[in-house]
Nanobody, 118 residues
Framework: QVQLVESGGGLVQAGGFLRLSCAAS????????IAWFRQALGKEREFVGR????????YYADSVKGRFTISRDTVKNTVYLQMNSLKPEDTAVYYC???????????WGQGTQVTVSS
């Protein structure tokens, strides 16, 4: 199993920035990729982006492309989500989720709240 803990959420004004962290433990040597998702109040969970552990390769949702950047530190077993030019519509609980095989089961963190005020 892989355990994930997110941190770094908070309240920020529109146009500002935040960096979220996702610290992984457990079977980290087996991680294939770690993805970020978000869920706004009353809405379905939305894919934000992901990074493969090897490579790495990154993929982003169109809604965040050019504003968000995902990176990883394999020594610290941590993935980061740098969020710039934040908009009120980015307000959501952000979750990281790891998979050990492509397209396989995901292990989830507890989430961290990001609130962007206008």
């Amino acid at each position: 199993q892989v355990q994930l803990v997110e941190s770094g959420g908070g309240l920020v004004q529109a146009g500002g920035f935040l960096r979220l962290s996702c610290a992984a433990s457990g079977r980290t040597s087996s991680v294939y990729d770690i993805a970020w998702f978000r869920q706004a109040l009353g809405k379905e969970r939305e894919f934000v982006g992901r990074i493969t552990w090897s490579g790495p390769n990154t993929y982003y949702a169109d809604s965040v492309k050019g504003r968000f950047t995902i990176s990883r530190d394999t020594v610290k077993n941590t993935v980061y989500l740098q969020m710039n030019s934040l908009k009120p519509e980015d307000t959501a609980v952000y979750y990281c989720a790891a998979s050990v095989v492509a397209g396989g089961h995901r292990y989830w963190g507890q989430g961290t709240q990001v609130t962007v005020s206008s």
